[in-house]
C-alpha cells in the first residue's frame, strides 16, 4: 500500500507552524502548498523570486508569468512580492527560511542528502539545493522509499554526489515517517498497509522504532 505523492504532502503540510517562511523543492514537495492546515498562516519563498506563492491554479485559469523553481504554474496571495534571484538567494543565505522542504534520491542515516546529481546523466545545474540546506533552520525530505529497482533510498552513506552534510531533520517516504537521531533513522509512524517488519526490510541505514510508533494519519 504506501503513500502517494499527494498523500506524502499532505503529512508534510502538517509540520508547518504558523508564521514560518517555507521554501518547497521541485517535485512532490510543491505539492505541499495544496495542504497547508486552515488556521495556519505561512508565507511560501520560491527561489526564482516570489514570496507568497499560493497553490496550483485551477484548469484553465493558469497564467504562465506565475511560476516557480520547478516552472510549474501556480497562484499568488495577497501580498506576494516579486524580486530578483540575487535577493531571493540573499533571503535563503541569511537564514530567513524556517523550512525547506526537498525531493531527493538518497539520504543518509546522519542526515547527509545527495539530491542534485547522478554521474553520467547531464543535469542543467543544482539550482538552490546547496543554498538551502546550507542556510535553512530546518529540511524534511519527501521521497520515495525505494528507487525504481527496489533498492533502499535511506542508506547508511550516500553514493551518489552530496548537496549537504548532516543537514536533515526529518524524512517522509511512502512508507513512513523518520527522524535523523544520532542513531539513525528513527520511524515514527508507517503508513497504512504497511508493517514495520517490511520497512525494516527497505531501509538499509541504521533504524529504529520509536516505542510509540503509529500508523500515519492524513
Request: aromatic residues 6%; negative net charge; glycine residues 12%.
Amino acid at each position: 500500500m504506501g503513500l502517494n505523492k499527494e498523500q506524502i504532502a499532505r503529512r508534510i503540510a502538517q509540520e508547518l507552524k504558523d508564521g514560518f517562511y517555507v521554501n518547497l523543492g521541485i517535485g512532490i514537495p510543491t505539492l505541499v502548498a495544496n495542504y497547508i492546515p486552515e488556521g495556519v498562516d505561512v508565507v511560501l519563498q520560491s527561489e526564482n523570486g516570489l514570496l507568497g506563492m499560493g497553490p496550483f491554479p485551477f484548469e484553465g485559469e493558469e497564467d504562465a508569468d506565475l511560476i516557480n523553481a520547478g516552472k510549474q504554474t501556480i497562484t499568488t496571495i495577497p501580498g506576494s512580492a516579486f524580486f530578483d534571484s540575487a535577493m531571493s538567494f540573499g533571503m535563503i543565505r541569511a537564514g530567513k527560511v524556517d523550512l525547506t522542504v526537498l525531493g531527493a534520491m538518497e539520504v543518509a542515516d546522519n542526515g547527509d542528502i545527495a539530491n542534485w546529481k547522478i554521474p553520467g546523466k547531464m543535469v542543467k545545474g543544482m539550482g538552490g539545493a546547496m543554498d538551502l540546506v546550507a542556510a535553512a533552520k530546518n529540511i524534511i525530505v519527501a521521497m520515495q522509499h525505494t528507487n525504481p529497482k527496489g533498492e533502499s533510498k535511506l542508506l547508511p552513506k550516500c553514493t551518489l554526489p552530496i548537496t549537504g552534510i548532516k543537514c536533515v531533520r526529518k524524512v517522509v517516504t511512502d512508507l513512513g515517517v523518520f527522524d535523523i537521531t544520532d542513531e539513525g533513522f528513527k520511524l515514527l509512524e508507517y503508513a497504512p498497509g504497511v508493517t514495520v517488519d517490511e520497512i525494516k526490510a527497505k531501509t538499509a541505514g541504521r533504524l529504529v522504532i520509536a516505542d510509540d510508533v503509529k500508523e500515519i494519519t492524513v
